[in-house]
């Protein structure tokens, strides 16, 4: 049986991969930190390969750069020992639900899911911090002082003379403002995009505090040719008379794809003011239609010939146009009745255009006003609807009519995409996403991450008995489920308005499992067991899934075999006993089961004869299932 790792993979390992394959004349061998040989890429093989004019040192060069983004960078890609841990008392409907919500810094809880949901996240859609000054609650150890930003960043040498010109030197506001900001957005957006499909993409809101950064981060992480566009939402309606200076009514929400090639935007419903103007005055049993221009500016000597009208009136195209269809053309339109003079016959020949044959939608704009999109208000009062038994406990929703749009416009055709949001503040995505289901009949599917950020004590949400935006969150979707089931006309449809809670924490296993080599016998003798002591056997199952790339909404079940507890996953996928005093007969139970993976723990085994029959035992009966202990 392997070892399983019970942390994730280090991702500057799969790129190394992917250099390896495209050039694997650039790899090469060193010794390790543990003085091991290891595999390595040679550099300066690597810019030999890719450039014969190397860029290098101080030329000059376009860039975006920020004091401590090669440590954001790096920190991406580190891997994490830290692992989810069900919470069954806070979920809802646990086992069936597919729906998940996560609590934990992002950054980690984003690592842990690229284990399993490495390219299968349809749409992101993130409501970042704006940066308004304030410390972040995602910190991630670069919150700098004023002397440590200014030695970072370069504005004086080792003796404290300064080396840039005053004028030049970026101020507390325009320096570490922003880049405490970048060092917070950097590495999650990188670990995002891995977790895109290829047809996949991301939606941000932001204001115009960040959004020229934004925009510049994401295209370096996403590529600046995987832009689709800027969109404005008016969020409000009308101007704040107190402003200093302009009234800020607007949200910017950037919009990228992971492959601009493999994504097209679906249609918004046509309104139906544009449908009105379809009218059938001569009963056409094609139905409704509108008069268009037969003619176009650009001029076509072809196309510049006369057309005779039922009361012999000749028409010409008007000056420096032409018709937009050739004699010949248009003479087959006029035969089959698409070409009108009008009600009395007399008027310029214009085309018929029938509803029953135009674009079923309308392309999607730039700007997004809140009568289509929704307004911060309508977004307070979804909420206050929801918790009408107590005051208000969030300020700043956004509005379920936004995601909707937003889903609607990114997904595929099935309605069952997985849809993410990181930082997902009171779940509009989780209310969006059960609405949508409710209406179509979808079955998409929400992961729901947000940092447990303590209210203030003497905010509404705090009085009300909330200590943490979370609880607030959980709640909403647990209210949010119950209406819609209660109000929408489901028709037998199983709604799915349950959803698992997981609470990121330090792994369940102790040092002693990942660094054996930095324990002597005595330690070993002291501390057999190498699971922390207030680990469950589901915490352990939540820490395997991942490196097992099975989801973590998977089905899970539980039977008893032989006297001990096992779980099953996705049927028989995955079986795994955490039990002690496992003998050969729950084995060999097991093992006629023919899964596909079965992890048990080394100490599960209720003697070492156990222990020596395991593999011949899975041999005999099931020689093709992945065997893995921990």
């Given at each position: 049986?392997?070892?399983?790792?019970?942390?994730?993979?280090?991702?500057?390992?799969?790129?190394?991969?992917?250099?390896?394959?495209?050039?694997?004349?650039?790899?090469?061998?060193?010794?390790?930190?543990?003085?091991?040989?290891?595999?390595?890429?040679?550099?300066?093989?690597?810019?030999?390969?890719?450039?014969?004019?190397?860029?290098?040192?101080?030329?000059?060069?376009?860039?975006?750069?920020?004091?401590?983004?090669?440590?954001?960078?790096?920190?991406?890609?580190?891997?994490?020992?830290?692992?989810?841990?069900?919470?069954?008392?806070?979920?809802?409907?646990?086992?069936?639900?597919?729906?998940?919500?996560?609590?934990?810094?992002?950054?980690d809880?984003?690592?842990?899911?690229?284990?399993?949901?490495?390219?299968?996240?349809?749409?992101i859609?993130?409501d970042?911090?704006?940066?308004?000054?304030?410390d972040?609650?995602?910190?991630?150890?670069?919150?700098?002082?004023?002397?440590?930003?200014?030695?970072?960043?370069?504005l004086?040498?080792?003796?404290g003379n300064?080396?840039?010109?005053?004028?030049?030197?970026?101020?507390?506001?325009?320096?570490?403002f922003?880049?405490d900001?970048?060092?917070?957005?950097?590495?999650?957006?990188?670990?995002a995009?891995?977790l895109?499909?290829?047809?996949?993409?991301?939606f941000?809101s932001?204001d115009?505090?960040?959004?020229?950064?934004?925009?510049?981060?994401?295209?370096?992480?996403?590529?600046?040719?995987?832009?689709?566009?800027?969109?404005?939402?008016?969020?409000?309606?009308?101007?704040?008379?107190?402003?200093?200076?302009?009234?800020?009514?607007?949200d910017?929400?950037?919009l990228?794809?992971?492959?601009?090639?493999?994504?097209?935007?679906?249609l918004?419903?046509?309104?139906?003011e544009?449908?009105?103007?379809?009218?059938?005055?001569?009963?056409?049993?094609?139905?409704?239609?509108?008069a268009?221009?037969?003619s176009?500016?650009?001029?076509?000597?072809?196309?510049?010939?006369?057309?005779?009208?039922?009361?012999?009136?000749?028409f010409?195209?008007?000056p420096?146009?032409?018709?937009?269809?050739?004699?010949?053309?248009?003479?087959?339109?006029?035969?089959?009745?698409?070409?009108?003079?009008?009600?009395?016959g007399?008027?310029?020949?214009?085309?018929?255009?029938?509803?029953?044959?135009?674009?079923?939608?309308i392309?999607?704009?730039?700007?997004?006003?809140?009568?289509?999109?929704?307004h911060?208000?309508?977004?307070?009062?979804?909420?206050?609807?929801?918790?009408?038994?107590?005051?208000?406990?969030?300020?700043?929703p956004?509005?379920?009519?936004l995601?909707?749009?937003?889903?609607?416009?990114?997904?595929?055709?099935?309605?069952?995409?997985?849809?993410?949001?990181?930082?997902?503040?009171?779940?509009?995505?989780?209310?969006?996403?059960?609405?949508?289901?409710a209406?179509?009949?979808?079955?998409?599917?929400?992961?729901?991450?947000?940092?447990a950020?303590?209210?203030?004590?003497?905010?509404?949400?705090?009085?009300?008995?909330?200590?943490?935006?979370?609880?607030?969150?959980?709640?909403r979707?647990?209210?949010?489920g119950?209406?819609?089931?209660?109000?929408?006309?489901?028709?037998?449809?199983?709604?799915?308005?349950?959803?698992?809670?997981?609470?990121?924490d330090?792994?369940?296993?102790?040092?002693?499992?990942?660094?054996?080599?930095?324990?002597?016998?005595?330690?070993?003798?002291?501390?057999?067991?190498?699971?922390?002591?207030?680990?469950?056997?589901?915490?352990?199952?939540?820490?395997?899934?991942?490196e097992?790339?099975?989801?973590?909404?998977?089905?899970?079940?539980?039977?008893?075999?032989?006297?001990?507890?096992?779980?099953?996953?996705?049927?028989?996928y995955?079986?795994?006993t955490?039990?002690?005093?496992?003998?050969?007969?729950?084995?060999?139970?097991?093992?006629?089961?023919?899964?596909?993976?079965f992890?048990?723990r080394?100490?599960s085994?209720?003697?070492?004869?156990?222990?020596?029959?395991?593999?011949?035992?899975?041999?005999?009966?099931?020689?093709?299932?992945?065997?893995?202990?921990l």
């Open positions: 049986m392997n070892k399983l790792k019970m942390k994730t993979h280090d991702a500057s390992e799969g790129n190394m991969a992917k250099i390896a394959a495209l050039f694997p004349q650039c790899v090469t061998e060193r010794k390790g930190k543990d003085g091991t040989v290891e595999l390595a890429i040679d550099f300066d093989k690597l810019r030999d390969e890719l450039s014969k004019d190397l860029l290098d040192g101080a030329e000059e060069r376009y860039q975006f750069t920020w004091p401590d983004k090669r440590a954001a960078s790096r920190l991406a890609n580190e891997a994490t020992d830290k692992t989810l841990r069900p919470d069954l008392d806070a979920s809802v409907d646990f086992w069936n639900t597919q729906n998940l919500y996560i609590e934990g810094d992002n950054l809880v984003l690592k842990v899911l690229r284990e399993n949901y490495l390219g299968a996240i349809k749409m859609y993130i970042p911090p704006y940066n308004t000054g304030n972040f609650v995602y910190n991630d150890d670069f919150a700098q002082g004023k002397d440590e930003y200014e030695q970072s960043s370069g004086f040498d080792e003796d300064q080396v840039l010109d005053p004028m030049q030197r970026n101020t507390e506001s325009n320096g570490r922003h880049t900001w970048l060092n917070m957005i950097y590495p999650r957006l990188k670990v995009r891995d895109l499909s290829e047809d996949g993409v991301i941000i932001m115009d505090g960040e959004i020229e950064n934004l925009r510049k981060v994401c295209d370096e992480v996403f590529g600046e040719h995987n832009f689709v566009n800027q969109i404005v939402w008016h969020k409000k309606y009308g101007a704040a008379n107190d402003a200093q200076y302009l009234s800020d009514v607007h910017y929400i950037l990228f794809c992971k492959n601009k090639k493999s994504w097209k935007p679906n918004f419903e046509r309104p139906d544009l449908n009105a103007k379809y009218h059938n005055p001569d009963n056409d049993p094609r139905g409704p239609w509108v268009t221009n037969l176009v500016r650009t001029y076509s000597a072809a196309n510049d010939y006369e057309i005779s009208g039922p009361n012999g009136q000749v010409l195209p008007p420096s146009r032409s018709w937009v269809v050739s004699k010949e053309r248009y003479q087959e339109l006029l035969e089959d009745g698409r070409i009108t003079f009008g009600k009395d007399n008027s310029r020949p214009y085309k018929k255009t029938f509803l029953s044959e135009v674009q079923n939608g392309v999607p704009t730039t700007i997004w006003g809140y009568d289509e999109a929704g911060n208000i309508g977004a307070k009062s979804e909420i206050r609807d929801l918790f009408s038994d107590m005051k208000v406990p969030f300020d700043t956004k509005p379920t009519k995601i909707k749009r937003i889903i609607h416009m990114a997904e595929n055709p099935s309605h069952d995409d997985i849809i993410l949001d990181f930082f997902s503040g009171s779940a509009t995505t989780a209310d969006a996403v059960m609405q949508k289901n209406e179509d009949g979808g079955h998409r599917k929400y992961i729901c991450v947000q940092v950020e303590r209210t203030n004590e003497k905010s509404v949400a705090r009085l009300e008995g909330f200590n943490a935006i979370t609880e607030i969150a959980k709640e979707i647990r209210r949010a119950k209406k819609i089931k209660e109000e929408a006309d489901l028709n037998g449809q199983d709604l799915d308005t349950g959803f698992r809670v997981l609470k990121l330090s792994s369940n296993m102790e040092d002693v499992y990942y660094t054996p080599e930095d324990f002597n016998e005595n330690d070993l003798f002291k501390s057999v067991d190498n699971v922390k002591p207030d680990r469950t056997p589901l915490d352990l199952l939540f820490q395997v899934l991942p097992l790339n099975i989801e973590l909404s998977a089905k899970i079940e539980t039977q008893d075999v032989n006297g001990k507890k096992v779980f099953f996953v996705d049927d028989t995955l079986v795994a955490f039990d002690t005093e496992v003998n050969e007969s729950t084995v060999t139970e097991i093992a006629k089961m023919k899964p596909q993976y992890v048990m080394d100490a085994a209720a003697n070492d004869n156990v222990l020596d029959n395991f593999e011949q035992i899975f041999k005999h009966y099931s020689p093709d299932t992945i065997r893995k202990i």
